[in-house]
């Protein structure tokens, strides 16, 4: 099974880049690395998804090493507003469908 | 459109009472999820459906069952309530389950059992 390690919490100072590791040593070949982020007691939301190539959006940046054994969410910029439990998830297939199994999450707590 | 509804938001129950909460989606998506997280913990699946008429045991099953009636909606039902199953049930959904799409989660149930 594709297990997730990250670290129980971080903080950020405000307008800095928050870089958020993630191991995923066992993860396979063809399993996306994504990351997900909640805020309170409100549902995850997704911020990004990759296999193998860095991706970017309008949210974040996702690194992913070559092995892709890690990878790394930066958010660029924090804000007050990026105080959330991050979760970097693990798929795991089963006859052909993914099961969605979160981590323990880092809290990153961006500071004024 | 609502997205993903969970009902109800907020419910009591007294230990070995039964309860069903409900999930709803019009997303038009085949994957279905139930997760559970307890105060100051990560999310854990519970069940999930990868398409109409089939389910599948996540990683804390026990002292669950779930139903997935059709496209749109997968519930999950409380047989004889336990304290440890306090905690907040999500839902979500994705399209095809298939590892490139992204979940989508309801506001969340929050069960406790006294």
């Known amino acids: 099974d594709a297990k997730t390690t990250q670290p129980t919490s971080m903080d950020c100072a405000e307008g800095r880049a928050a870089n958020l590791p993630c191991n995923h040593s066992?993860?396979?070949?063809?399993?996306?690395v994504y990351w997900y982020r909640q805020i309170h007691s409100q549902g995850p939301q997704y911020i990004i998804h990759?296999?193998?190539n860095n991706e970017t959006n309008e949210m974040a940046s996702l690194i992913i090493t070559e092995d892709r054994k890690s990878s790394t969410l930066i958010l660029p910029h924090a804000t007050l507003r990026d105080t959330a439990v991050y979760y970097c998830?693990?798929?795991?297939?089963?006859?052909?469908?993914?099961?969605?199994?979160f981590g323990t999450g880092t809290r990153l707590k961006v500071l004024a | 459109n609502a997205g993903v509804t969970q009902t109800p938001k907020f419910q009591v129950l007294k230990t070995g009472q039964s309860m069903t909460l409900q999930c709803a989606q019009d997303?038009?998506?085949?994957?279905m999820y139930w997760y559970r997280q307890d105060p100051g913990m990560g999310l854990r699946l519970i069940y999930y459906s990868a398409s109409e008429g089939t389910t599948d045991k996540g990683e804390v099953p026990n002292g669950y069952n779930v139903s997935r009636l059709n496209k749109r909606e997968f519930s999950l039902r409380l047989e004889s309530a336990a304290p440890s199953q306090t905690s907040v049930y999500f839902c979500a959904t994705t399209t095809t389950g298939l590892g490139n799409e992204k979940l989508f989660f309801g506001s969340g149930t929050q069960l406790s059992v006294l």
């Open positions: 990759g296999l193998k």
């Open positions: 998830i693990a798929l795991l297939t089963t006859s052909g469908t993914y099961k969605y199994i």
């Open positions: 997303m038009n998506h085949n994957s």
């Open positions: 066992t993860i396979s070949g063809n399993e996306y």
